[in-house]
């Protein structure tokens, strides 16, 4: 199926040909090819199955945000705002440009580009544009935290698992712009930082991994830049008390604040949350200057390649 302006396209907005590929049979494999343009749409997947190839400069364009008003007066929410929201498994999508361009959080709140709600999922080339909250990877925790339901897009699914690898990606935002359950893999990609309109700290990732989950994300070969004028920023922050991440083989900009991690303003997660951080020779001050908690395996340990961490699954060949 093909979306694009020249006449002899199937569809002109990728919603459209979206909706006429969920009425297709399930279980058979679907591909949607999209002609280079700027797409000013929300769009909302939910097939399983299906391969999605951008050609030229592809941008699928939202403005959402969780302070903006629906027709019932009431206030869209974080998880009601994606330019893209992804629900299904066996998602494959390259050279995709998704933007969020609400603004920074400080005046709009989150703005999510990316809701991937989805399993055994590949990015391959993508770009992932927002500030605040703008790529999240699925599952919700069961409840926020002052105990409801988070509401947003409606899911019409929950996975076993949620598996996604991000592969030659570039991610951008401010405050907590990589956050959520899944067990992500992030290979080679940028992770860029922007400056924030207030003087709070920064931070890339806020993983909410479930308890007894072995791996939530891993960053291996990525690269962590900011743009002229971003203060220091942590590599993360739990936004549930288990959150694992784990960088390998990574370069990270003079941004990153010595400390490298945050407890999120308690002191209970450091006993619980896994912050690791692979290939820090013995000598490198890093090693002095991270927080007690920050795990800084010897030279000789391995950090686990994809092989480890989707174990039981090929999709990421």
Not at 94 to 113: F, I, K, P, R
Not at 274 to 299: H, I, N
Request: charged fraction near 20%.
């Amino acid at each position: 199926m093909l979306v694009g302006q020249e006449l002899f396209c199937d569809y002109s907005t990728v919603q459209d040909a979206v909706d006429a590929l969920e009425r297709l049979p399930s279980g058979e494999p679907q591909t949607l090819v999209i002609l280079q343009g700027v797409y000013e749409e929300n769009v909302a997947i939910y097939r399983s199955d299906l391969t999605i190839i951008g050609l030229g400069q592809v941008e699928i364009r939202g403005s959402r945000y969780a302070r903006e008003r629906n027709e019932a007066g009431e206030e869209l929410g974080t998880f009601g705002t994606p330019t893209l929201f992804l629900g299904g498994s066996r998602l494959r999508l390259s050279n995709l440009t998704v933007t969020n361009a609400a603004g920074q959080g400080e005046t709009v709140g989150q703005a999510l580009a990316v809701y991937a709600n989805c399993d055994e999922t590949v990015f391959s080339g993508c770009t992932f544009k927002g500030h605040q909250d703008t790529l999240f990877t699925g599952p919700l925790p069961l409840v926020n935290k002052q105990g409801f339901s988070f509401g947003g897009i409606p899911l019409r699914e929950q996975h076993e698992q949620y598996r996604q690898l991000y592969r030659d990606c570039y991610i951008e935002g401010t405050v907590d712009f990589i956050f959520g359950g899944a067990t992500a893999y992030f290979e080679r990609c940028e992770i860029r930082s922007l400056r924030r309109d207030s003087d709070s700290p920064s931070y890339v990732t806020a993983a909410s991994t479930p308890e007894g989950r072995a791996y939530g994300y891993v960053f291996q070969g990525c690269y962590f830049t900011a743009e002229e004028g971003v203060g220091q920023v942590f590599l993360g922050r739990p936004w549930r008390g288990y959150a694992r991440t784990e960088l390998a083989g990574c370069l990270l900009g003079g941004h990153i604040h010595p400390l490298g991690w945050d407890n999120w303003g308690n002191p209970d997660n450091e006993a619980t949350v896994t912050y690791r951080e692979y290939g820090v020779p013995a000598g490198d001050p890093l090693r002095a200057a991270r927080t007690a908690w920050t795990q800084l395996p010897e030279a000789e340990v391995q950090a686990p390649d994809l092989g480890a961490v989707f174990p039981g699954t090929e999709f990421w060949r």
